[in-house]
């Protein structure tokens, strides 16, 4: 079982790629091996458009509509709150500070450790810097020097990477 081996702070590592390339489909496919290790997983997404935090014509929907600021809802196992403001992946990191493990989804041009996912008939090279690469997780023949490759869809071989420097404390 995985311990967070006395880190001050949450891993965090990327899951990038162009626009529908499988980074949830891959982040899906991962969380489940994560879980079987132990780890506490938040995700955190970009979105690079303006989303509603709602549906309409919920409650909370309704109130953030009609002016509120913020809101919040909760069941006793699990709570949301949304908020108005301007805030950044690191804003949204610090939210976590008991979790093991954050997965940013997004993020492919930025200094974090990632996995590129390239998927044929959506893209054709890896857009991210070679050096902040963990892993390139594609269905086409790429490679890039001192980056692993993974078939598309390989989520356990994906998190047996992420796993692999957390449990040699490489930081992320």
């Known amino acids: 079982m995985f311990r967070n081996n006395g880190r001050k702070r949450p ?29 506490k997983v938040a995700t955190v997404k970009h979105d690079g458009h303006a989303f509603l935090p709602d549906p309409e014509g919920t409650d909370t929907g309704r109130h953030m509509a009609a002016g ?4 919040a809802i909760f069941d006793g196992e699990k709570y949301k709150v949304v908020r108005r403001g301007k805030v950044d ?31 044929g008939g959506n893209s054709d090279a890896p857009v991210c810097d070679p050096s902040t690469l963990l892993a390139l997780v594609t ?18 071989g994906a998190a047996r990477i992420i796993l692999g420097q957390l449990l040699e404390e490489v930081p992320l």
């Open 68 to 71: 509120a600021w913020g809101t």
């Open 89 to 119: 992946e690191h804003d949204l990191i610090d939210r976590f500070p008991d979790a093991d493990l954050i997965l940013l989804e997004g993020f492919k041009h930025s200094h974090w450790p990632k996995l590129e996912v390239v998927r």
């Open 11 to 39: 891993a965090v590592v990327a899951v990038s790629g162009v626009k529908n390339s499988g980074k949830t489909t891959l982040i899906e496919a991962m969380l489940p091996h994560f879980t079987a290790a132990g780890l």
């Open 139 to 156: 269905d086409l023949p790429l490679s890039l020097p001192n980056v692993p490759t993974l078939p598309l869809g390989d989520g356990e």
